[in-house]
């Protein structure tokens, strides 16, 4: 369930979305409802547009670059707003805006979305959505003017005390009370939180970050002259927002900037590590935290990364070499058991730092991968709440004297992260907080991420 922003798909390259009158775009969203569930959307387009081959056995349509691009923002606008689509052909059906949308919410699944015409279910993302794209579309259904009709009395009566307002903004009506449970411990106001929801049906751009030394204004002026819409924020973070892909750039290529959510950067600087000390990254996956750590360590110390997949680590293998990055050991771990510490780690009696970026339900990228937040299940958290204990319970034998566990997740769930941390103070009172926070929306326009910072005491 977890996924990691370090490696998201470059979507630097942008354009008008498409939707209905584009021929192409229904039988690819019959297809998608078909394995909808069983794989992320990003990785279901990688392999369904990718360009056709040369010589390949099956054929295939001959997307143009645009066309992914077009095609693919129109398929993830779809996403977000699936459920609301479905919800308000439903009321117009019945005519009937007064629903007991929680009952109606337990009651749906994703297979629904099969029953509606595709031109009446494109019109309502287009309507919610906004722009011309509806307007156009009108011809294509002979009640458009009765739907729109519809759709605007309904929006004039949404409020943020209505279940009704939870699908406006892509989310389900059954989460309400995990996001209050957010909104009481964070100590957000109602305009917080509601800025929270709301920003859950847009996206982030995307982060980059300086991987090499190098001054940031002259690297943002390289991208942009090679037709990269790059900019720098307020605080010198560097993110693209369209133009040329990132990823065809020589800054990328050669290593010099890595794509990295912003709320992952902040997880990253958690780990105080200075050169010299020995680290433990425990689920590194491809490495974005790993790179990060290691930047700032100048090749002097111990960098150990593991995870439980070796593919992940092998991809981590390259980035750390076109890194330039010479001081990490790199092996599988599956956190069944405490790790066997290397001889220098073992000397000094444990890791100075170790970062466990747990494993976990991703709720905090859903506005990067909408897809997600149709996979939830409460369920599926608990099984989750359990390896995340029995990976910290793993990991703290690991910790030296005066050492520091960084504990994170890309989950906003208190259940995930808050509760886990006092969990984890309760079973090892070794152990006292240094600080914990939640990264990222609506503080940051960013994935949202969970971070705590641990310290074992002497004895």
């Not at 070499?321 to 599956?334: G, L, P, S």
């Not at 890791?351 to 494993?359: G, Y």
């Not at 034998?397 to 808050?418: D, F, I, K, M």
């Amino acid at each position: 369930m977890h996924s990691s922003s370090d490696t998201s798909p470059d979507m630097t390259q942008q354009s008008t979305p498409v939707y209905y009158e584009d021929s192409r775009l229904v039988p690819l969203w019959r297809n998608w409802l078909d394995v909808a569930g069983s794989m992320p959307l990003d990785k279901w387009l990688k392999n369904t547009l990718r360009p056709a081959a040369k010589s390949g056995a099956r054929p295939q349509p001959d997307y143009s670059p645009a066309d992914r691009a077009s095609l693919s923002l129109a398929l993830f606008s779809a996403l977000r707003f699936q459920q609301l689509a479905a919800a308000l052909e439903f009321a117009y059906h019945k005519q009937d805006a007064s629903i007991n949308w929680d009952e109606w919410d337990l009651a749906w699944h994703q297979r629904d979305l099969q029953s509606i015409t595709p031109v009446a279910f494109w019109y309502w993302v287009q309507l919610r959505v906004g722009g011309d794209q509806a307007k156009k579309n009108q011809a294509q259904l002979r009640d458009a003017e009765e739907r729109r009709a519809f759709f605007n009395r309904i929006a004039l009566q949404i409020n943020p005390d209505s279940a009704f307002y939870f699908l406006w903004y892509g989310l389900r009506p059954q989460w309400k009370a995990l996001l209050h449970e957010r909104q009481q411990v964070s100590g957000w106001d109602d305009k917080t939180l509601q800025e929270f929801i709301q920003q859950q049906v847009t996206t982030p751009p995307l982060w980059l970050r300086v991987q090499k030394k190098g001054d940031v204004k002259t690297i943002c002026a390289r991208l942009q002259n090679q037709g990269v819409n790059v900019i720098l924020d307020e605080q010198q973070h560097l993110l693209a927002q369209g133009g040329a892909g990132i990823q065809g750039t020589m800054e990328y290529k050669e290593g010099l900037v890595e794509v990295q959510d912003l709320a992952s950067q902040y997880i990253a600087q958690s780990v105080a590590a200075v050169p010299g000390q020995k680290v433990w990254d425990a689920c590194a996956g491809a490495g974005g935290k790993t790179l990060a750590i290691g930047a700032r360590m100048n090749n002097k110390g111990a960098l150990v990364a593991t995870d439980l997949h070796a593919y992940k680590l092998e991809e981590l293998k390259r980035r750390v070499k076109r890194a330039d990055i010479f001081n990490v050991r790199v092996f599988t771990w599956d956190g069944t058991e405490p790790l066997r510490l290397p001889k220098e780690v073992a000397q000094q009696k444990g890791f100075d730092w170790v970062l466990l970026d747990a494993p976990c339900s991703s709720a905090g990228t859903w506005r990067r991968n909408p897809d997600a937040r149709w996979r939830f299940d409460e369920d599926d958290t608990k099984e989750l709440i359990q390896l995340q204990r029995q990976l910290l319970t793993n990991i703290v034998p690991a910790v030296r004297e005066n050492g520091h566990l960084v504990y994170a997740t890309c989950s906003w769930q208190v259940s995930e992260n808050e509760q886990q941390v006092e969990w984890l103070l309760q079973q090892f009172p070794q152990f006292s907080l240094q600080s914990q926070r939640l990264v990222g929306v609506p503080e940051l326009d960013s994935d949202t991420m969970f971070v705590a910072v641990l310290q074992r005491n002497s004895r």
